[in-house]
């Protein structure tokens, strides 16, 4: 599935807080991921197909497939397309 945002940011928080004599202070790279970051409402930009939700799904299949639908504002971001085919394993890992 990979990391997060808010993984990295927490981890780069966790690292990069430095004391100082007036309390803590951020590096130049936690200044910059702070202030070129933002949260982004992930519904806003794709919905799950309500019909189906999934292609298929069965507990004993290796793999689910899952249909999401593409906002049409952020189609070009994906070659036009308006749905994506992701494709899951038991484990939660995205293998397509």
């Known amino acids: ?17 430095k004391a100082s004599g007036d309390g803590l202070s951020l ?12 949260d982004v409402d992930i519904g ?6 309500e019909d189906t939700g999934t292609c298929a799904y069965n507990e004993q299949m290796e793999y689910t497939p899952v249909q999401v639908r593409v906002n049409p504002k952020i189609t070009d971001l ?19």
């Open 1 to 17: 599935m990979g990391v997060s945002k808010s993984e990295v940011s927490d981890n780069v928080s966790q690292q990069s807080l």
């Open 27 to 38: 590096t130049g790279a936690q200044r910059y991921l702070k202030g070129t970051s933002y």
């Open 44 to 49: 806003q930009l794709y919905s799950m197909n």
């Open 78 to 96: 994906h070659a036009g397309f308006r749905w994506l085919l992701q494709v899951w394993n038991k484990k939660g890992t995205k293998v397509l």
